[in-house]
């Protein structure tokens, strides 16, 4: 049995579990997905080979913990963002925010890259389900508004999410392309539709 390092055996794996995606973060930084080995990480991580599979199945699986790593904490700040709003179109506008926000901490860009080519299918689909979480988000603050069309406005704002999204990966200003997609939430929201 080896040595746990914390309060728990929970506590233990739960690091554990966290020093293997920070390795294999560091190795997908430094030499992409082609250096992303069993060996590589083990070593990073100061653990024996064998170790690393309690932890998940396949370098695939670890793949997925390091894309799918920061969704949690980005989903939780989106919900807070729009519960912290009482207007629908307020609402919308701080799902639109937070997800920007979320983006500009640095790291989506090299993920998302990830996500669209080197991850399995099962892996992709847990993504997919993910981002839906986000999209019924929007979708519920939509619905309050009881306008026509509600999913069609849901495609469009998440399209501008998406279009802002990856001009902040490319390196734009997060509060000019924040402010330039609020006034455009805001201009959708509030036309006048028959």
């Not at 519920?140 to 999410?161: C, K, N, Y």
């Amino acid at each position: 049995m080896p040595k746990i390092q914390a309060g728990s055996l929970r506590e233990h794996r739960a690091q554990r579990l966290a020093q293997l995606i920070d390795a294999a973060e560091a190795i997908l930084n430094e030499g992409g997905v082609e250096a992303l080995t069993a060996g590589a990480v083990a070593a990073r991580a100061g653990i024996a080979r064998n170790s690393i599979y309690r932890y998940f199945d396949s370098i695939e699986d670890l793949l997925e913990l390091v894309v799918t790593r920061e969704f949690p904490a980005w989903i939780d700040s989106v919900e807070r963002a729009i519960a912290a709003e009482s207007a629908p179109e307020e609402r919308a506008a701080a799902y639109v925010r937070a997800n920007l926000e979320q983006a500009a901490r640095g790291t989506h860009g090299w993920r998302a890259s990830l996500s669209r080519g080197s991850l399995s299918q099962s892996a992709r689909e847990r993504v997919k389900d993910l981002h839906g979480s986000l999209h019924r988000a929007l979708a519920e603050v939509i619905d309050e508004l009881g306008r026509p069309q509600p999913e069609l406005t849901v495609a469009v704002l998440q399209a501008v999410v998406d279009a802002c999204i990856r001009r902040i990966d490319q390196g734009d200003d997060l509060a000019t392309v924040a402010d330039f997609a609020s006034k455009a939430t805001h201009r959708l929201l509030a036309e006048d539709h028959p």
